[in-house]
């Protein structure tokens, strides 16, 4: 069975200071591979998808990167954080373009101070 | 863009009833998920459709590309149906997007 980690659960980070948020999928190769942001009291907001390994595509604009090192592994960072970018961060898979059937990770919640 | 239009944003059933929550699309898309959010934020999957209908216990629910509406029906409403519950479409460029959410309590 395909399982999805998340990490770190929690974080509570000063304005301008760096992030790396990370997100490992075992048990599925070449899966696709999402990040999403809530903003509190906001619609989750694709940001990031990666189809494969070094290729990531960037569907929203905020000051954040992604990277997928591995098969398995896709991270969200920027190097100084911005008090807008407190909320709630969710990794997602799914099988490949044509079957959008999501799963989604347990999440991050970020607070910037 | 594309938008998803989820109603109601609010719903509150007494237990044993049911209804319906439902999402318009203002363009055709080719898939649609139902989430329940967990405790702690995250959404778990309850459906996923391509086309026509599914059921799964109480909870059942259908899609309609063509006419760009999808339906999730709760019926014999228990306690712990309580949540907020989510759509989320894709369209034909393969970008999800999501409903506002409705947050459903169940009362005795």
């Known amino acids: 069975a395909q399982t999805i980690h998340q990490w770190p659960v929690a974080e509570i980070k000063a304005v301008g200071s760096p992030l790396s948020l990370g997100c490992t999928i075992k048990?599925?190769?070449?899966?696709?591979l999402y990040w999403y942001w809530q903003a509190t009291g906001g619609t989750l907001q694709q940001l990031f998808y990666?189809?494969?390994?070094?290729?990531v595509e960037s569907v929203v604009q905020l000051n954040l990167s992604a990277s997928r090192p591995k098969d398995d592994q896709f991270i969200l960072s920027t190097e100084k954080l911005l008090l807008s970018h407190s909320g709630f961060y969710l990794c997602?898979?799914?099988?490949?373009?044509?079957?959008?059937?999501?799963?989604f990770g347990s999440g991050t919640r970020l607070l910037v101070i | 863009g594309d938008q998803v239009e989820q109603s109601p944003s609010a719903l509150s059933l007494h237990e044993g009833t049911g209804s319906a929550l439902r999402c318009n699309f203002t363009?055709?898309?080719?898939?649609v998920q139902w989430f329940r959010k967990n405790s702690r934020g995250s959404l778990i999957n309850l459906f996923y459709?391509?086309?026509g209908t599914k059921e799964n216990g109480r909870l059942k629910s259908a899609f309609d590309s063509k006419e760009r509406y999808s339906t999730l029906h709760i019926r014999d409403a228990q306690l712990e149906d309580s949540g907020t519950y989510f759509c989320?479409?894709?369209?034909?460029?393969?970008?999800?997007?999501f409903g506002t959410g409705t947050s459903l309590l169940v009362d005795p």
């Open positions: 997602a898979w799914s099988p490949d373009r044509g079957n959008s059937d999501y799963t």
């Open positions: 989320a479409a894709e369209n034909m460029g393969y970008k999800l997007t």
């Open positions: 048990g599925k190769s070449s899966p696709n």
């Open positions: 990666s189809i494969t390994v070094g290729q």
């Open positions: 459709l391509a086309s």
């Open positions: 363009t055709t898309m080719r898939a």
